[in-house]
């Protein structure tokens, strides 16, 4: 919990001091990876200590992106598809 903390601090700290002009893309990047490595090695040190443990196998993690991304695709075809069928006049008229 005390790493966490500590990387949540230096991932709020370079964007208080950079108000005018904001923080570069490598620094958030960065800044999120930072956080994200440490929640996953706070979470996996949590986990340690429970009784009862299961494994996974890796396919589980990858169907899940998979019918994860696919989903995603799928709702923004159908809007998109939507939005070109629709009738600007139509949507225009009722503004």
Known sequence: MGWLLFSLSGFLRPSMGNKVRGPSLFDNARHLFRYKISSVSAMNKWLEDFA?????QWWVFAIAGVVAVA?????????????????????????
């Open 52 to 56: 009862y443990r299961i494994e996974i």
């Open 71 to 95: 989903i995603a695709l799928l709702t923004v075809s159908w809007q998109a598809i939507r939005a070109a069928l629709a009738n600007p006049v139509e949507s225009l008229r009722d503004e």
